[in-house]
């Protein structure tokens, strides 16, 4: 079946981005075209612990994040689905003084904000979350964050947007962003050409590839993260909780997702190379948390990056849905930290282990927003692993900025341009 030809709107990316923009774009009325070269929330989307956290976020998303748990709250009944949302707090466990002190910096932050954050006493850690084979320093809690099912919500958007008109195609490739006259006028894919003088691009790990090809530079690396699930338990605790080793929650089903936290790995390709300046401050103070690896993949690499003989397409196509495997190494360290952690799951087994590629930016911030010199293309990536908690307002932004010409939060500290300007400052030339 050929594609719709003319939307309002064209968006690229069937993960949480792409389909809440779809979804609050079609509830103003747009037409819209969702192309997905795999599948709904087959990426990361599909493949998050399902957090979603106010927490210890960067200053610049905190009144986002606030606006965005409003949307939670009300999101089973606005989708008219069951998404498993809960609101069972989130609480970040310190071993340390030093971490202590770093979640007191950012609790300045959520005064700011009138966040219900707080700083816990090891002894009030211990009693939200009984059980544990350990004593803390202390942790950092707020009770109104949440948590929800990374499939069942990106589905339910997809639903949502589908019922009020949206078309959304999936197991179709976009290949090009087509442009004229300094602006865009629609897509050329696997389903034939789509005009559209707008252009959504929330393609995840995939963005900067693809706006390549239109002269634009995004710093964006990719890495990998492990995540497994135990076998199913009685009902522990409602809270997601992050150790310094790993984190978890407990699913509906009674099963756990255990993730490896900040710990992840790099395949160091092209990019890593060309944007080692602008994320030379972020690996300085998480490299030890990052597994660097060099091998077959830095050649394949080079080749889609001079985009030679359709490397990228024939990429694209290879990795419809883009799923690495899980580092065993990783699998083993959490799932023996979690049964040690807590005695009465010594026991517990392993249900299954995957891993995601996550698209991440130097400040570990997305970009929103217009691409610079290019009318009609709107570009929403680079969520750096948090952006399933900010699909909601993600999607809502969106809308407003191509139907409205104007979000109703600010979106500034958010634009492209932010990390050339950086580089440039710091040369001195601007
Ligand atoms: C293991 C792991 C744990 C995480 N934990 C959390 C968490 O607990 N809380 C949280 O908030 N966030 C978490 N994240 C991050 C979160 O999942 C992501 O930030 C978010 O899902 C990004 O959504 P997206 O729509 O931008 O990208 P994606 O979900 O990656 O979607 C992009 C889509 O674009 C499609 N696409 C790309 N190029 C093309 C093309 N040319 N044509 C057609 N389709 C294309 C891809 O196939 C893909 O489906 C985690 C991520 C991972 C991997």
Redesign the pocket.
Known sequence: MAARQRPDVAI????????ASAYYLAKKGLAVTL???????????????????QQLRDPLEIPLMIACNRLWQGLEAELETDIEWRQGGILHLADTDAVMAKYEAWLEHARTYQLDSRKVSGAEAAELLPGMARDWVGGLYTPSDG?AD?VKT?SAFAKAAARLGAEIRTG????GIETAGGAVTGLS?EAGEIEAGTVLI??????S??LRRLGLDLPQLGV????LRTSRAPEKTAL?VWFPEF?F?QRRDGSFNV?AGASVDHDIGVDTLRHARAFWSAFRTQGGSLDLHLGRHFFEDLWVHLDRAGALDRR?RR????APAPSARKVRRCLDGFRAMFPEFGDIDLATS??????VTPDEV?VFGEAPGLRGLVI????????????PI?GQLMAEVIAEGKPSLDLAGFRFGRFSERLGARRGTG
């Open positions: 690229i990316g069937g993960g949480i981005a792409g389909c192309l997905e070269k795999g599948e709904i929330a087959g990426e990361q989307s599909g493949r998050n612990w399902g957090f979603v956290r948590q990374p990106t179709c490739i976009v290949q894919t929330a393609a995840g790990a995939w963005t590839a693809m990998r993260s492990t995540v997601g984190g929650r993730g694209m990795d419809r849905v883009l995957w891993a995601g590629v996550i698209d997305p929403a990536t680079g969520f750096s692993g948090h952006g399933f908690g900010m699909g993600t």
